[in-house]
């Protein structure tokens, strides 16, 4: 069967678990489609076609509603039919001793994120749209307080950007690196569908560095010329270390973070990391993404760039509603920013 985009586009809020409140569920005449209710159960929730599926939990969370739906949608008892394969799958669900709430928000959880530039055609095969897939813990918080263990909204916005003709040109070719990776959704989308040259991915905490290499692994991803992994700790010197080797040996062109700004008391610290790149390459260019949870956070954080003399613009690339987004989705509430920041000639 042709397949509608909106049923592409509820399987890809799926599959990145969107809250099922925020989902773009299939119209009514679609849901009445026999054909319909097959692909959905197919595409969404078969375990036998599909290898990394969202948690069961969320999964009931979806499959309720939607049968709902389907149910309010049928006008003929008679000739209209609910799919017996959906019915059984929350059966199944229903039946199922699923993990408690406090339990399940600690287990590691399949998320795929579909990288399709804003505003670009839709793909007719949904199988072979470019993908990042990652496993999260999506309320974890580590020893160390990081949040590093969930894909947040300035990188993915930032990833939306990257996407677009003149994020890729800052990327493609490049020896990228990128600096509280996190779960290496950006670093990832770099390397697999991007194509730069080469990514250093570092975070500064041991257990999320841990983390994003079964992210790479998952992603293809494990070979060492292709990414480098490994623990960086802002405000320390670079001199001797690996970070001076491994820049003399693939020449930093573009520094990445997101969400890296929202802390007061690091920015010193993330700043003087910046300086010290500078030093080693002073074409650089670093992309920083941000959401302004905090105004004078985020002006701190630019204020001490302009102190160390560092030029700071801010890249003009507003993001959609989550309502018109088409792939990446991302709330929108908070002010998200990009800026570019070079150290002048």
């Known amino acids: 069967m042709t397949i509608d985009p909106q049923l592409i586009l509820f399987r890809r809020q799926y599959l990145q678990l969107v809250e099922p409140d925020f989902l773009t569920w299939p119209p009514r005449?679609?849901?009445?489609?026999?054909?319909?209710q097959t692909w959905l159960y197919h595409r969404l929730f078969d375990p036998e076609r599909n290898d990394r599926l969202p948690p069961e939990?969320?999964?009931l969370r979806v499959v309720k509603p939607l049968l709902a739906k389907v149910e309010a949608a049928i006008e003929d008892p008679e000739e209209d039919e609910i799919s017996d394969e959906l019915m059984s799958h929350l059966s199944t669900l229903i039946s199922t001793e699923l993990p408690s709430e406090t339990t399940a928000v600690q287990q590691k959880t399949y998320v795929t994120f579909t990288c399709i530039a804003p505003g670009r055609r839709w793909s007719a095969d949904p199988d072979v749209e470019p993908t990042v897939t990652l496993l999260e813990r999506r309320h974890l918080i580590s020893g160390s307080l990081t949040t590093g263990f969930r894909t947040w909204e300035a990188a993915l916005h930032l990833g939306s950007y990257l996407l677009t003709a003149e994020g890729i040109s800052l990327i493609r070719d490049k020896s990228v690196l990128e600096l509280g990776a996190g779960t290496g959704f950006?670093?990832?989308l770099c390397a697999r569908h991007l194509e730069a040259k080469h990514v250093t991915a570092t975070d500064g905490d041991e257990g999320v560095v841990e983390a994003l290499?079964?992210?790479?692994?998952?992603?293809?991803?494990?070979?060492e010329e292709q990414v480098v992994t490994s623990i960086l700790r802002w405000g320390r010197g670079l001199a001797g270390t690996w970070v001076e080797e491994?820049?003399?040996?693939?020449?930093?062109d573009t520094v990445i973070g997101a969400d890296i700004t929202y802390d007061k008391v690091s920015i010193s610290a993330l700043v003087a990391t910046l300086r010290l790149l500078f030093d080693l390459r002073p074409k650089l260019r670093a992309i920083i993404s941000g959401a302004v949870r905090k105004a004078e956070t985020f002006e701190a954080f630019c204020n001490a760039c302009l102190r160390n003399q560092f030029a700071v613009e801010e890249v003009?690339?507003?993001?959609?509603?989550?309502r018109e987004q088409t792939a990446l989705f991302y709330a929108t509430a908070v002010p998200l920013k990009i800026l570019m920041i070079t150290r002048p000639n």
């Open 29 to 36: 005449q679609l849901l009445r489609d026999p054909d319909v």
């Open 316 to 322: 003009l690339f507003n993001p959609k509603t989550m």
């Open 186 to 188: 950006l670093s990832i």
């Open 246 to 252: 491994d820049c003399d040996a693939w020449q930093y």
């Open 57 to 59: 939990r969320y999964q």
């Open 213 to 223: 290499r079964e992210n790479l692994f998952l992603n293809g991803l494990d070979q």
